[in-house]
């Protein structure tokens, strides 16, 4: 296990510094003037070139992801042109709102994905939501999202259809609203966060639940043909017993995989997801800082989501070992 974990670490490491200097050198590639969007654009040509010798942005590139690699160490990603604020403030401003909304997904899409591929062994007769699940999910994430604001918003007013609360954040320790919400006791605010959280929650679980749902659903195809699961059978136990205790775990290790694979499509899917709700998460804050060439905050974000994945991806590998014997790290 120690030797898988500093293999992997080291894998962090190298992907992150490659990554970083890639996005690193758009800069010196982009049209847009990172000293021209901090100054304004009233401000004076002496002053932006002033800046640009302040900043060191005439320097080699080299030079300045050098600057950049000794601040990062530091926990300094650069201060943000449009916010004006430390982009690690802003980081640990927006990044609670998109890690709420992101594990709601994948709680959702997982439950999907069981009525997909488990539910039809055990109690039958779940062809046609399976059907609609598979279809709704293959429909693009843009679109999805559009039409859940358009029906349960727009035309039947169940749910809200932007924002993440009717009112200011909670306010907690955990920085979840939910949360916070069950935490403080407010069950008023807890239905609120709830009813806010669902329409892209579910957007984001479509994917995930089509996409895990088919490679588990054919996992266990192949399991309940195996000898074992025939002797298991023939003990007279419940079929309930069969699939989850016998086939399932066998069977979990490919849906495994595919699950750390939706997470990195999870990450991609939150820019588009947040921008049609107008969650206030990092997605929402990359595409603005994109739109206004904000190179810092985008950077920071990258460098935050490129972390996350290969965490989740490392966390992954090891239940793959943990479900499947045969399979070492």
């Known amino acids: 296990m120690l030797a898988f974990l500093i293999r992997r670490v080291a894998g962090l490491v190298f992907v992150l510094l490659a990554m970083s200097f890639s996005v690193f050198c758009l800069q010196s590639v982009i049209p847009a003037d990172p000293a021209r969007a901090i100054a304004g654009p009233l401000t004076p040509l ?7 010798q302040q900043l060191g942005l005439d320097d080699p590139v080299i030079v300045q992801y050098g600057r950049f690699l000794s601040r990062v160490v530091k926990g300094d990603l650069g201060t943000s042109a449009r916010t004006r604020q430390p982009v690690a403030a802003d980081i640990s401003h927006y990044l609670p709102a998109s890690l709420e909304l992101s594990l709601a997904a994948l709680c959702i899409g997982l439950a999907l994905a069981g009525i997909i591929a488990v539910v039809p ?20 994430i843009f679109m999805s999202s559009l039409l859940l604001v358009y ?52 957007a984001l679980a479509l994917p995930i639940a089509v996409a895990v749902g088919r490679s588990l659903d054919s996992a266990l195809r192949e399991v309940m043909q195996q000898a074992y699961i025939g ?15 016998h086939g399932l775990r066998n069977a979990a290790s490919p849906a495994l995989g595919m699950v750390g694979l939706q997470i990195r499509l999870l990450f991609g899917n939150l820019l588009i997801v947040e921008l049609v709700f107008g969650w206030p998460g990092l997605g929402l804050y990359m595409v603005q800082s994109l739109t206004s060439a904000d190179l810092p905050a985008v950077l920071g974000v990258t460098i935050v989501l490129a972390t996350f994945y290969i965490l989740v991806n490392i966390v992954v590998e090891i239940l793959q070992s943990l479900a499947d014997a045969r399979i070492a790290l």
């Open 121 to 140: 062994r055990i109690a039958g007769g779940s062809g046609g939501l399976r059907l609609v699940l598979i279809a709704a999910g293959s429909v693009p």
């Open 46 to 52: 002496s002053e932006v070139n002033a800046l640009h």
């Open 231 to 245: 002797t298991a059978r023939g003990k007279g136990l419940r079929e309930t017993v069969v699939v989850l205790r």
């Open 151 to 202: 029906f349960f918003w727009f035309s039947l007013g169940w749910l809200p259809g932007s924002g993440r609360m009717s009112e200011d954040n909670v306010g907690g320790p955990t920085g979840f609203n939910l949360i916070d919400a069950l935490i403080g006791g407010r069950g008023d605010l807890s239905l609120d966060a709830i009813s806010h959280l669902l329409l892209p929650a579910l």
